[in-house]
Structure formats: structure tokens, C-alpha cells
């Protein structure tokens, strides 16, 4: 009896260690899902994704994850963290990066802004996948 008790209390112990509880899943889930990339803007130049032969994908996931891919290729993985750049007038916004270098992302709608992927230095617009 004991062990069946033990057996029951461990198997539960097991699935709430494993159940979610990330930043993104919490505070931001309409971000989960995937996203397409749809342009590039720099200064006065606009550059589209249609333009370019490789096609570009970003995936935000329950783990607090950014995974970036170019033709289906996963490319880079990033993580998100719960803090704010507080002298940015835009509040929506939410951070992200590894190794202690983080970087806002911006979201509104349907749509984030990245400045690192695919093209560094440039507000990278993603749109979300219709049914994502």
C-alpha cells in the first residue's frame, strides 16, 4: 500500500516538475506560434521578404524560446527573460538573447520587430502564421 502511495505521489511530483510555467506562456501567450518574415527597414530603405530567394522564420515556444530559421533550418535559439528596458518609450516590449546579451523585441498585433535576424541592425518585421 505504501508503495502504491509512493509510487502515485512520485508519478505527480514527476508531471508538475515537467508542467510549463514560462514568461511567455504567463504574461505574453498570444505570442506563441510562428512567424513569417515579411521586411527589413533601415533609415529610408525597405528592403521585402519576397525579394530574396531564402525564406525566413521565427517560432516563439512554451520554454521561453526565439527560434530563428532560414528555408526550414533552425539557425539560432534564443531565450526570452522578465525584465524591461525602461528608457525605450515603446512598452511593448519584451527581451531576449543568451549569454547575458538581450535585445528588445517589439510586438503589436500579429507582428514583432527584431533587430538582430536576419538582417543585424535593421527592424526586421515578422507576421504570424494564419491558425498559429
Known sequence: MKQSICLILGAAFLLCSFKSDGLIERVYPELLG???FYKSVADRSTSYAKEGE???????????QILFFKN????????????K??????????????????????????T???QS????????????????
Open 34 to 36: 510562428d512567424y513569417d
Open 54 to 64: 531564402d525564406h525566413f522564420t521565427a517560432r516563439i515556444t512554451r520554454k521561453d
Open 72 to 83: 526550414g533550418k533552425k539557425e539560432r535559439k534564443m531565450h526570452f527573460v522578465e525584465a
Open 85 to 110: 528596458m525602461p528608457f525605450l518609450d515603446d512598452e511593448n516590449h519584451v527581451l531576449f538573447g543568451s549569454k547575458g546579451n538581450y535585445e528588445p523585441m517589439f510586438y503589436r498585433g500579429d
Open 112 to 114: 514583432i520587430v527584431i
Open 117 to 132: 535576424y536576419p538582417i543585424e541592425y535593421q527592424d526586421n518585421y515578422f507576421v504570424k502564421k494564419k491558425g498559429s
